[in-house]
């Protein structure tokens, strides 16, 4: 069918509101955009065809595959989600940030980078403290290019069925191999491990040796993440599959002062509240631990019916906090 022809059909299932077979002829016009070469074009029309409908269902629709599943329990083994995040609101130290604004900029122009034959970083390994904002540059990610996120679950791919796991881990990929997405494999380590450590039964090795393989061979027009606190344990063949490695330090302070910032602006706050001060309080906690600080700081406000946030609310918070480490450490001194 010619391109004017697909157009036709386009037009005449609007008309119908015979929406099934609109979004198989764009589908169809998309791909012909493809086969052209014609890459940023087709990926336009993917974005303005998919933006406006953010439900799961819709999602699975998208395209023939539906979501792959667990044989044994029949749980999805991935979720598509849908963020609308601000690069802005991601703070980060300005050497982090800048790679991931490379990684969204290389993607745009994967045409221009291909007349260079090279090609935009397809698997980015994300590694640091938990907490640091390795799940949230994902989100950050996957709302600059208005592509859903695929948000791997480990919980359901790990299967207590001898070679179950690496044929849900093949189901994934032909899953995402099927359209543009950007992949999110959270906790990588527990696929990820070293083939060498000697606690580790046969089934793992095999597993790693899979997944080593199917990284290998992807093909698809997506965007890999993978991410994990636990870098150490990584095979050392990992590495060498990632065209970029981000690591996410604890925030310096001023990041830390900037993450109090953004994070208490929607509350008014005393004068006396000096950002640079609460930022040396909390040397060594990650951004998470200061989102949960600043929280509880500006509920102890609401409830007590202050005008504004006090500088004691974030002390009393801080100091909640670093009793609740304590606890969890077994460190708390009776």
């Excluded at 014609?38 to 999602?59: D, G, M, Q, R, Y």
């Excluded at 950007?182 to 491990?193: S, T």
């Excluded at 953004?262 to 000096?274: A, E, F, G, M």
Aim: proline share 2%.
């Amino acid at each position: 069918m010619s391109s004017s022809e697909l157009i036709k059909e386009l037009f005449l299932s609007f008309n119908n509101k015979d929406t099934d077979a609109f979004m198989q002829t764009a589908r169809e016009y998309i791909e012909r955009e493809k086969r052209k070469k014609h890459n940023i074009v087709a990926k336009e029309l993917e974005k303005a065809l998919f933006s406006s409908n953010t439900s799961n269902s819709f999602s699975e629709r998208r395209f023939k595959s539906p979501i792959p599943r667990d044989s044994e329990k029949g749980f999805p083994l991935l979720e598509i989600q849908h963020y609308e995040e601000c690069f802005d609101s991601l703070v980060l130290k300005d050497e982090t940030k800048e790679q991931l604004e490379q990684i969204v900029r290389e993607f745009k122009d994967a045409d221009i980078l291909a007349t260079y034959n090279l090609s935009y970083k397809k698997k980015v390994l994300f590694c640091g403290k938990p907490g640091t904002g390795k799940t949230f540059s994902a989100k950050i990610i996957s709302s600059a290019l208005n592509i859903p996120l695929v948000y791997i679950r480990f919980d359901a791919i790990i299967s207590s069925y001898l070679g179950e796991t690496a044929t849900n881990l093949r189901k994934v990929f032909d899953f995402i191999e099927n359209g543009t997405w950007i992949v999110l494999f959270d906790e990588f380590d527990i696929i990820g491990k070293n083939r060498d450590d000697y606690h580790e039964h046969g089934e793992i090795k095999r597993v790693v040796n899979n997944f080593l393989q199917m990284l290998d061979n992807f093909k698809g027009d997506s965007i890999l993440l993978a991410a994990t606190n636990h870098q150490n344990i990584l095979d050392p063949a990992i590495w060498r599959r990632f065209d970029d490695v981000i690591y996410y330090d604890l925030p310096n302070a001023k990041t830390r002062q900037s993450l109090f910032e953004n994070n208490i602006c929607s509350l008014k706050r005393d004068k006396d509240i000096k950002l640079e001060n609460v930022s040396k309080l909390t040397e060594g906690l990650s951004p998470a631990d200061i989102k949960m600080i600043t929280e509880e700081a500006m509920k102890l406000s609401i409830i007590k019916s202050q005008n504004s946030l006090s500088m004691k609310n974030i002390e009393d918070a801080v100091a909640k906090f670093i009793r609740r480490e304590k606890v969890k450490s077994n460190k708390l001194e009776v």
